[in-house]
């Protein structure tokens, strides 16, 4: 996303109001119908402007969507539009941003249950709701804009491939199926050789991929409920493989083979290679899946503070404790690293920036609050807001 966008300040508004109401909000996302039989390639449908998620500590996950217009006509047609694309992306939440309102599209707004704010209200709410405090590349744009710089790659280059695969072609993928895909990435044409920790390029590839993983995984482990911990290794089984019914008939097909072939282990056999490893962590994100959501949080501030260069993170805005998400956070960078077979320079490259996002000090954290550059100040909407004005 860049500055030439006409969209472009509404989209960081939606984004700072998104990231105060606790979600994780990516801009920019492709809307896609998956490949099929009928047509080979994934097809666009059109692009999510701030797209959220939010994982809550029982496993529920709330998807937000904020359509930003900064034209003045045909705000009907638009609310009709985001309402269609809330069946399509399930959302729980629903916003729609545009210049003027008429009061038909309001009417029309009210009665499907779209929130539309028109420009005057925007000012109004990021003033309410002090969103212009939320600070740094994160939130101004640059953070994208290093993004962009660093993975503009040439055509026909296999990096420009990958990051293509994972901008749209992934998320047509079932969650237990991306997660699989994720922690395959590096076996696929020696990629695992080729990316470098010492190239920022590679670095920041290794972190958009990440924060995918991060992002899948919250989705995987949201079919799982805390029951779940008492048998874990089975019902992991049984999700990434689409169920105990088509799990069971696998373990027969792989029953017939050993017999024929004398192969190992029938169960072992279906098991993706690196299934110990997504086991254990997956074990540990069902047990404190509270640390779940800020761990995928700093996992996507790292990715914007990394690619602007602006060194550490800011300490973490959340509720939870933030040395237990920058942990989460670290571990589920390590599983990346380790199941791609990638050099764990990686990992030193990159969970330095985590650490920055973990507590402080009572008398640190007043001094970090600041308005200095790269700080984001300590919000959410559970604060204290600022005073209302008298009438």
Known sequence: MSSNDQDHSYKLLGKRMAWALG????????VSLPANTRWRAATDLTDADVYGFRFSPSGDVSRLLIDCKTTSGRAVDRVLWVRGLQDVLHLDELYLFKKKLPENARWLAHELKVNCLDESQLHELDSRLGLNRLKGPYFDGCGYEGIEAL?????????????QFLRTTLWTLQPAHRVLTLLNLGRQNGLHRKLRADNRAHVCLVLFATRALAISLGLLISELNVVDVLNVEARLREELHGGPES?????????AIRRLTGEVDSQLAIDHEDFPLLLEEVNRLLIRRYALNDAVRITDLAL????????????HLGGNDSNLSAKM?????????????????????????????????????????????????QFSLLSPLPPLEEP
């Not at 979600?23 to 492709?30: A, D, E, F, G, T």
């Open 329 to 377: 956070a670290s571990d589920i960078l390590a599983l990346f690293v380790k199941s791609n077979s990638l050099d764990p320079s990686f990992s030193l490259a990159i969970i330095g920036l985590f650490a920055g996002a973990t507590e402080t000090s009572s008398d640190e954290s007043g001094h970090r609050r600041q308005d200095e550059q790269g700080n984001i100040e």
């Open 304 to 315: 914007h503070y990394f690619a602007a260069g602006a060194g550490a993170l800011p300490r």
């Open 151 to 163: 993975l503009t790659f040439p055509k026909g280059s296999e990096y420009r491939t990958l990051l």
């Open 247 to 255: 799990l069971a008939q696998k373990v027969r097909f792989a029953d």
């Open 23 to 30: 979600y994780v909000p990516l801009l920019n996302v492709p």
